[in-house]
């Protein structure tokens, strides 16, 4: 089932974890795994009470983890864990929940364990927290009681991993009523009997393409004749949690865990490439400061509803664009890396004053200009700009390895906006593009393909500053060409 994001429900219930207490087979609840970025700590988000009552006097507790990636691979944790307070850092191998929690009531039923960074998380998808909306669907999966084998090989846990859905009712500040579904219903089998084990398991929401996670299941919801309804600790609630202790969703740090994705787009024997590579981003780290914030914008375009599938938080190929965006303006042309997320270059021919936007969308080029002048997303600056060069980083895209001309681009804006009362109304809308009307030199719109930038500047210059200069102003010129 597609689930957003350009993800599946494989991708998401790769996230959770199987969560036992001092031994393998002592199952005591389940949990979603939450990655704030690449080369963190990671959180295992889960309900308190599947943990709370198995501390000992020194506040330690032995916890086994077991996670499955899409290809069904299993990956454990074990390891003896220390429980923290809120303000102590984050650091591998510990446990919070707060010290507000009710065994009784189970208020504030939050808890999350933390684990090292595992390259095949690099895969997993990140989501953003949300409360349940009432009459909304919501999700997930879990390792309930009632589905447990005899046998614990890692080949067969797996196969006690189960889907719980159903449709959020009552809801408050810190949880909601959930009426569910659970595979393990059967006439013999009781609401006691068939939700242990489902505690803690994350529930998500699908809305508008986009999933959010809404909360773990906590605990059950009236008396045992109310069915199947559970209380589920929000999203919200963990939102506040993880926030607190500064591990909230947030672009990277720094660009060194893409240095080497973007060097390794150059063979080894490339030496005096690889060498100019290397260097120039070890000077933009550490001589220039840039900084991954540095490249982003709300006013870019990118930002008006151009987004990607994926999260580009954690995107490898996002980061990795950026990064080779960094070296051709920064270290190639010499621009400020404060300049990076906005600028302008000069065309030489005429002098024209050009944007420079980098545009990372998986949509199509037809649809992606589309949506700017539905959006109106670019309006002419105050230095009378000539027009825009979008830089594009759709590496499943033809496009990724091409420069799509002025005249081209003229072409497909002719077709979207055919008549004249059609053009008419983009004139209202936006005094950016004028590339319907008059001459093909009023044509005001380029994309030069990602690729296309580092083949032609980067690798045909050989890594030598002059000729990559020299090889920049002839993209943008055959860019520009009418």
């Known amino acids: 089932m597609y689930m957003g994001n350009g ?3 494989a991708d998401y219930k790769a996230l959770v974890a199987r969560i036992a207490i001092g031994r ?24 308190a009470h599947v943990l709370a009552k198995s501390f ?23 390891c003896e864990f220390t429980r923290i307070v809120e303000g102590e850092p984050v650091d591998p ?6 010290s507000f929690y009710d065994s009784k009531t189970y208020a504030h039923d939050i808890a999350f364990i933390s684990i090292p960074w595992e390259n095949w998380m690099e895969t997993l998808p990140v989501f953003d927290f949300k409360n349940g909306e009432i009459n909304k669907k919501v999700y997930g999966w879990g390792y309930p009681e009632a589905m447990t084998l005899n046998s614990l090989l890692p080949s067969s846990i797996e196969e006690t991993c189960a889907d719980i859905r159903g449709i959020v009712g009552n809801v408050t500040s810190d949880r909601y009523m959930l009426t569910y579904d659970a595979p393990t219903r059967e006439r013999n089998v009781s609401r006691d009997d068939e939700m242990p084990g489902f505690s803690g398991s994350g529930l998500f929401e699908c809305d508008n393409g986009w999933v959010f996670f809404t909360g773990c299941l906590s605990c059950s919801a009236g008396h045992k004749t109310a069915g199947s309804r ?14 607190a202790f500064e591990m909230a969703p947030s672009i990277p740090k720094t660009f060194a865990s893409y240095k080497e994705i973007t060097i390794g787009q150059v063979d080894e024997f490339s030496t005096d490439i690889r060498e100019f590579l290397i260097d120039a981003v070890d000077r933009l780290i550490e001589d220039k400061n840039l900084v991954p914030s540095m490249c982003v914008t709300k006013d870019l375009a990118e930002s008006n509803g151009l987004l990607c599938q994926g999260d580009r938080k954690r995107c490898k190929n996002y980061w990795k664009g950026q990064l080779t965006k960094a070296i051709c303006f920064c270290e190639v042309l010499g ?3 404060e300049r990076l997320s906005n600028f302008e270059i000069c065309e030489e021919k005429k002098q024209n004053k050009i944007r420079v936007e980098f545009l990372c969308t998986e949509e199509k080029i037809n649809k992606c200009i589309q949506l700017l002048l539905d959006k109106s997303s670019l309006k002419k600056s105050l230095n009378n700009e000539t027009g825009i060069i979008f830089l594009w980083n759709d590496e499943g895209s033809q496009y990724y390895s091409r420069v799509l001309k002025r005249k081209e681009s003229r072409r497909i804006v002719r077709n979207i906006v055919s008549t004249p009362r059609q053009r008419e ?23 030069i393909g990602m690729g296309e930038l580092f083949n032609s500047v980067i690798f045909e210059g050989e890594g030598k500053k002059n000729t990559m200069s020299e090889k920049f102003s002839e993209l943008v010129s055959k860019a520009w060409e009418v």
């Open 56 to 78: 000992d006097e020194k506040n330690r507790i032995c916890i086994f983890l077991d996670f499955y990636d899409k290809e069904h691979t299993n990956h454990s944790v074990s």
């Open 335 to 337: 621009i400020e890396a």
């Open 230 to 243: 559970v209380w589920v600790a929000s999203g919200n609630a963990f939102r506040d949690m993880v926030k």
């Open 7 to 9: 993800m599946t429900d």
């Open 425 to 447: 109304q983009l004139s209202k809308k936006s005094d950016f593009f004028n590339i319907v009307d008059g001459d093909i030199e009023e044509s005001n719109l380029a994309i």
């Open 93 to 98: 191998y510990k446990v919070f929940y707060s």
């Open 24 to 47: 393998r087979e002592n199952l005591s609840g389940s949990g979603v795994l939450y990655i704030r970025n690449w080369n963190e700590v990671a959180l295992v988000l889960t309900s």
